[in-house]
């Protein structure tokens, strides 16, 4: 919803000719252009593209989809698939960086909305701080900005997520009524729904409620990571575990270079932990801590998977990161930390932690 696609009619104008790229940005009003080819070969085809920008001429992209003849019909949803979850990381990175080299006195609700973004790229506490700065900054110039409510209430889940709450109640609140005003704002924007249902699940503790509005995002946007690895998350604590792995695991593939990769992989190592396969678990937590050390949620699986695989000393190292991490978290916190519906799934989870030395 968030791009301005010009129709595909327009570009059979240039069609067989030699056109400038910056030039074709100009007579479509676009600020990036996709181009590409095709190649076939047998029953197969080959379609290659690159994601310019058509002020500067820069490229930001250049990927490949491969398929069969076969079926036509599903071969262009996947091509459509693969193109939009490859492209739409880059265009928000570009508009990232071209955000960031406007005079701050100048930035439109727009470009405090980036830089909020950039900042929830980063990670970090203070970071988590910095992109609420930036996101109330974008509410203030613009009261209806659906995207900029949502994304300060995921910032809040974040900071939940992490255990970063100075006031855990009043920060709870008021992520639920920016996420719930998200909502009220505007029922079409898949952005939105997507932050601001997650927060609904996790903060609010609606998880059905949150899934509704994640799947509402993805009718609007199939090919919308973020709502595919959130709603897996959501469902991961419900109990779905093997929706959630399939939601998980269609994220990863829509978007592959996504700088949020590695909550999905934590994500993944959950569900694998509550299903029983540890070493599966342990593996992608693993992958996650590598992308993101400081994760608590990456580190806390990451011990407890390697414990209930008999795997005691690597446990033991991990479960001292944790505390590194939090030297507060104990036992007897994960149930205000993890919205863990299903009682075994919790209890595996906590017998994991255990015997990996997490104080009670």
């Not at 897996?232 to 792995?245: C, D, K, S, V």
């Not at 959950?270 to 590598?290: G, P």
């Amino acid at each position: 919803r968030w791009l301005f696609v010009v129709a595909r009619n327009s570009s059979f104008t240039y069609k067989g000719r030699t056109v400038d790229v910056k030039q074709v940005g100009r007579e479509l009003g676009v600020r990036y252009v996709l181009e590409g080819s095709w190649r076939k070969a047998m029953d197969r085809v080959r379609i290659t593209g690159q994601l310019i920008d058509a002020t500067t001429g820069a490229h930001h992209w250049a990927g490949r989809v491969e398929g069969v003849l076969g079926d036509i019909f599903e071969l262009q949803d996947q091509i459509t698939e693969s193109v939009i979850g490859a492209v739409a990381p880059e265009l928000e990175r570009a508009e990232i960086e071209r955000s960031r080299h406007k005079p701050t006195g100048s930035l439109d609700a727009y470009d405090y909305y980036l830089r909020g973004v950039a900042e929830l790229h980063r990670a970090s506490k203070d970071a988590s701080a910095n992109a609420l700065q930036f996101l109330y900054k974008a509410i203030a110039s613009d009261p209806e900005f659906a995207s900029a409510h949502a994304m300060a209430a995921w910032c809040y889940s974040w900071r939940k997520a992490n255990r970063w709450m100075a006031d855990p109640d009043q920060e709870t609140v008021e992520g639920i009524r920016l996420a719930r005003r998200a909502v009220d704002l505007d029922k079409g924007d898949a952005v939105a729904l997507t932050r601001s249902g997650h927060a609904i699940g996790y903060l609010a503790g609606d998880i059905p409620g949150g899934i509704a509005l994640l799947d509402q995002a993805l009718f609007l946007n199939p090919n919308l990571a973020a709502a595919r690895y959130l709603g897996g998350f959501l469902r991961l604590w419900l109990g779905e575990t093997e929706a959630a792995i399939e939601h998980l695991a269609r994220a990863m593939r829509l978007s592959p270079l996504d700088p949020e990769q590695y909550r999905m992989q934590a994500g993944m190592a959950v569900a694998h932990l509550f299903e029983k396969r540890f070493d599966t678990a342990s593996s992608w937590a693993e992958k996650a801590f590598r992308d993101f050390p400081d994760f608590l949620l990456a580190a806390a699986i990451l011990a407890a998977s390697h414990a209930l695989a008999g795997r005691t000393a690597e446990a033991r190292r991990a479960m001292e990161h944790v505390r590194c991490i939090d030297p507060a978290l104990r036992l007897a916190t994960i149930t205000s930390w993890l919205p863990i519906r299903r009682p075994e799934h919790l209890a595996a989870l906590i017998t994991g932690l255990a015997e990996a030395g997490l104080p009670p």
